[in-house]
């Protein structure tokens, strides 16, 4: 049990979906890897199709991910946040300390990573500065106005739950970026005003400049210098990658005082610019600032400035080297599936009224009366306590929070000693989180 679970778990009763969505998958051949692709509400996005396309191609599975949500924010139906999002489309300030804080728990991402074998996180919109460790305002700049708050939380979990787990990771622009704030990285928000700043010349070498404002922007090609003894130069085997597809206006200022090593970099006038970062801390998690994916489906399609990019096979390299990762950790997962069989499972019980937000018992009424039910379903289980809340625009509320755990059980018995502590309780839902253990008493 992690101390951090203790010290900042806030627990909010509310609804969140922990099925994998399953209406956008590749065909299902279950000697393949399964490849996770992290939520995103736009799958006609190249980023998202390109990264689908690949992974077939190289022979794996992939599956979208559900959206994971944060038990310290409120959701409506539609999975939209109701508190929390600035006027901009980014996270609040308040939201996004809670988010960093808490990473993955009280969420779903356990249960949305549960049959996947590595996660892609994809390229899109800028990340929501709110969740820099270094909180800063937006750049201000409109016509770069790109923010999703729903995205940034599902991201942000999913990734903080990947990396505790060491779930492989894949992350492509955003998703490298991704990596880096997760990480503690300071972040360029714009990357042309930075070369200004700097008094340094910039020609768009990361993204090409519209030639009207309604024509397609193509992907930018540049090389990448590769640092040896790293993930990125095992697959491509050399210490310099031409051609890589280049979309993106933000990037990693740095990696300093961060599990993070640069393994990727171009020198644009004298800058060097980050282009790829791995965290030395983990077996396989790696974030690259261009698009091998592109290449693929710019070869695949016969587009035709396909040789302005890194070659089919150099792509390629990328996606299959994922897989050979998501074979292994899948070999340790069934291996410490077959070690420990024990399965306990972790209640989280808040005691605020879901009606009026009051605590609905003393904490030792709340106790008292967990205990008495669970006694008439079980012959043993442990109750912890932890500090619990959520926000709710500018206002923090706070919720004494009962953490139960429970094993040499089911499913079936969870849910019915569930419905009597929620009808008592007087709650929405309780979170459950069911892990993989092995059960031992230690006497010394």
Same mark, same amino acid.
């Given at each position: 049990m992690k101390k951090k679970m203790l010290s900042f778990l806030l627990v909010i009763v509310l609804c969140i979906g922990v099925t994998n969505v399953d209406a956008f998958a590749s065909e299902s051949d279950v000697s393949k890897p399964l490849? %996770? !692709?992290?939520?995103?509400? #736009?799958?006609?996005? =190249?980023?998202?199709?390109?990264?689908? @396309?690949?992974?077939?191609k190289a022979g794996g599975n992939w599956i979208l991910l559900s959206q994971v949500k944060s038990a310290d924010l409120k959701y409506d139906k539609n999975g939209k946040l109701k508190k929390?999002?600035?006027?901009?489309?980014?996270?609040?300030?308040?939201?996004?300390?809670?988010?960093?804080?808490?990473?993955?728990?009280?969420?779903?991402a356990a249960e949305a990573v549960a049959d996947v074998d590595a996660v892609v996180f994809t390229g899109g919109e800028?990340?929501?500065p709110s969740l820099y460790y270094?909180?800063?305002?937006?750049? %201000? !700049?409109?016509?770069?106005? #790109?923010?999703?708050? =729903?995205?940034?939380?599902?991201?942000? @979990?999913?990734?903080?739950?990947?990396?505790?787990?060491?779930?492989?990771?894949?992350?492509?622009?955003?998703g490298m970026?991704?990596?880096?704030?997760?990480?503690?990285?300071?972040?360029?928000?714009?990357?042309?005003?930075?070369?200004?700043?700097?008094?340094?010349?910039?020609?768009?070498?990361?993204?090409?400049?519209?030639?009207?404002?309604?024509?397609?922007?193509?992907?930018?090609?540049?090389?990448?210098?590769?640092?040896?003894?790293?993930?990125?130069?095992n697959i491509v085997g050399k210490t310099k990658l031409t051609g890589c597809p280049s979309w993106h206006h933000q990037a990693l200022l740095n990696v300093d005082d961060t599990r993070l090593k640069v393994t990727g970099s171009v020198n644009i006038n004298g800058v060097e610019m980050i282009e790829a970062v791995e965290r030395t801390d983990?077996?396989?998690?790696?974030?690259?600032?261009?698009?091998?994916?592109?290449?693929?489906?710019?070869?695949?399609?016969?587009?035709?400035?396909?040789?302005?990019?890194?070659?089919?096979?150099?792509?390629?390299?990328?996606?299959?080297?994922?897989?050979?990762?998501?074979?292994?950790?899948?070999?340790?997962?069934?291996?410490?599936?077959?070690k420990f069989t024990d399965v306990q499972y972790v209640l989280y019980l808040g005691t605020n009224d879901k009606?009026?937000?009051?605590?609905?018992?003393?904490?030792?009424?709340?106790?008292?009366?967990?205990?008495?039910?669970?006694l008439k379903h079980f012959g043993g289980y442990t109750i912890m306590e932890a500090d619990g809340g959520w926000i709710d625009g500018d206002i923090v509320y706070k919720e004494y929070t009962l953490v139960i755990y429970l094993s040499d059980t089911d499913e079936e018995s969870i849910?019915?000693?569930?419905?009597?502590?929620?009808?008592?309780?007087?709650q929405s839902a309780i979170m459950i989180q069911a892990n993989p253990t092995k059960t031992e008493f230690y006497g010394g």
């Open positions: 490849i %996770g !692709i992290a939520w995103r509400a #736009d799958t006609d996005s =190249e980023f998202y199709t390109n990264i689908c @396309l690949a992974i077939e929390g999002v600035a006027k901009t489309g980014a996270l609040t300030n308040a939201a996004g300390k809670l988010i960093r804080n808490n990473t993955w728990y009280g969420s779903n800028d990340i929501s270094k909180q800063k305002k937006w750049h %201000g !700049i409109e016509e770069e106005l #790109d923010y999703n708050a =729903e995205r940034d939380v599902s991201d942000y @979990l999913t990734m903080t739950y990947c990396l505790d787990m060491d779930i492989p990771i894949l992350g492509s622009c955003r970026q991704l990596l880096g704030v997760v990480s503690g990285s300071e972040v360029i928000q714009d990357i042309p005003t930075y070369f200004e700043s700097i008094g340094v010349e910039y020609n768009y070498e990361h993204r090409n400049v519209k030639a009207t404002p309604d024509s397609y922007r193509d992907y930018a090609s540049h090389d990448v210098i590769i640092a040896k003894k790293s993930h990125l130069y983990k077996t396989f998690a790696l974030g690259i600032q261009f698009h091998p994916e592109v290449s693929v489906n710019k070869n695949v399609n016969n587009i035709d400035n396909a040789d302005e990019y890194m070659s089919m096979k150099k792509a390629m390299k990328f996606f299959k080297y994922l897989l050979a990762e998501a074979s292994e950790y899948r070999a340790r997962k069934n291996a410490d599936a077959e009606d009026t937000n009051e605590p609905v018992f003393s904490p030792e009424e709340a106790k008292e009366k967990a205990k008495e039910i669970l849910h019915k000693v569930s419905d009597e502590l929620i009808k008592v309780f007087n």
